[in-house]
């Protein structure tokens, strides 16, 4: 029988229950981010005042709209008790369990022995993952790694834990966000997911993707089709960060410069990997960073796709990871869908497909 592998325990689907697909517990992604920009911003990042970065009501706009990343007090590597009552928020809202979709191979600090003591302390399921992230932002022990080498180091974290923690990951995550020359995408993020999906397609667990700009038709699709040629099943593979790739034009500069431009939605590219029949990630809601979508936006695009019959391979979340967002600092953290994008879903008569959305797409992907 299908179980799925939280940090504490394997509990059976129907016990998941009210799951949110994306988010990230007990973690410091500040240096990890760096990496992760441009060049030329990253060197204006050293100039940028430490008191800029403090978490305080001064601050909290600039945090929310990016400067968070880069704010160690933002991050909430250890403070277990702050981050059990963004847990409780969320249950006191109906959910029970979290996705951390922090791949413990990438240059980023992640508590993964303190993920069980959250689970435990607030009631909420927490599923975790290995995998890798990044271009930029691979150690280069795995970077370096053939990648027969790296799918013998994913199968023993998934058999055996995280880092002898015991801890034993639930699902893979990669990404493709860095353009390169395999199929648009760099080859260091092309082998690890190779390598993800090669597991995923022995063990049968699900493989979640990142997908940052500027990846889209020409990237995402044919990435898709390699996870499955590999052998996943689509109804295990996941593409995150959909709704955030459905503006055009795609960014502000292309907008600004253009007086004919008129900003609309796009769903195409999620069309596409829907009709493939692989789950698409709504998993930004609420995300403040120029340039992204409003949740108008992406209730748009979820309400035309639910309307087309694709509410069965669609799941949300938010991808919060600093305390900016979060409920103890006045925003929403992990309950920002349950109040901004459920009640207007419900008012369109999409109750059913609500269901769908946070709690069977969830327990079905998270199986195995």
């Not at 309400?303 to 409920?327: Q, T």
Request: glycine content about 8%; proline content about 4%; hydrophobic content about 40%.
């Amino acid at each position: 029988m299908s179980t799925i592998k939280t940090v504490c325990k394997e509990i059976r689907p129907e016990e998941l229950g009210f799951t949110s697909m994306h988010e990230h517990l007990l973690c410091d992604f500040t240096e990890m981010m760096k990496l992760s920009i441009e060049p030329e911003i990253r060197a204006r990042i050293d100039y940028i005042p430490e008191s800029m970065l403090k978490l305080n009501l001064g601050n909290l706009y600039a945090l929310r709209t990016g400067m968070g990343t880069f704010s160690k007090d933002c991050a909430s590597l250890y403070d277990m008790d702050y981050m059990v009552g963004e847990l409780k928020a969320f249950a006191a809202m109906g959910g029970k369990a979290i996705v951390d979709a922090s791949p413990i191979a990438a240059k980023a600090q992640k508590n993964v022995r303190g993920l069980q003591e959250l689970s435990e302390k607030s009631g909420v399921h927490v599923v975790t993952c290995t995998g890798l992230y990044t271009a930029a932002t691979q150690p280069e022990e795995y970077k370096a790694m053939p990648e027969e080498e790296l799918v013998a180091f994913f199968k023993k974290q998934m058999e055996e834990g995280l880092d002898g923690t015991g801890v034993k990951p639930g699902f893979m995550k990669c990404a493709i966000n860095t353009p390169g020359d395999c199929m648009g995408v760099d080859a260091s993020e092309i082998k690890a997911v190779r390598a993800c999906a090669r597991v995923a397609a022995e063990t049968g667990c699900s493989i979640h993707i990142h997908n940052g700009y500027p990846m889209g038709m020409e990237e995402c699709v044919p990435v898709a089709q390699m996870v499955l040629d590999l052998g996943v099943k689509p109804d295990k593979l996941l593409m995150l960060h959909m709704d955030s790739l459905i503006l055009r034009p795609h960014t502000d500069m292309e907008y600004i410069s253009d007086f004919a431009a008129v900003k609309t939605v796009n769903i195409d590219l999620m069309l596409r990997l829907l009709d493939m029949g692989v789950n698409v990630g709504f998993d930004s809601w609420d995300m403040l960073v120029g340039g992204f979508p409003t949740n108008t936006d992406r209730l748009k695009a979820l309400a035309e796709l639910l309307r087309r019959g694709y509410g069965n391979k669609i799941v949300m979340g938010h991808d919060a990871y600093d305390k900016s967002r979060s409920v103890a600092y006045g925003y929403t953290g992990f309950t920002g869908f349950i109040r901004n994008a459920l009640p207007v879903l419900r008012q369109l008569g999409y109750e059913k497909e609500i269901g769908m959305l946070t709690t069977e797409n969830p327990a079905r992907i998270l199986a195995f």
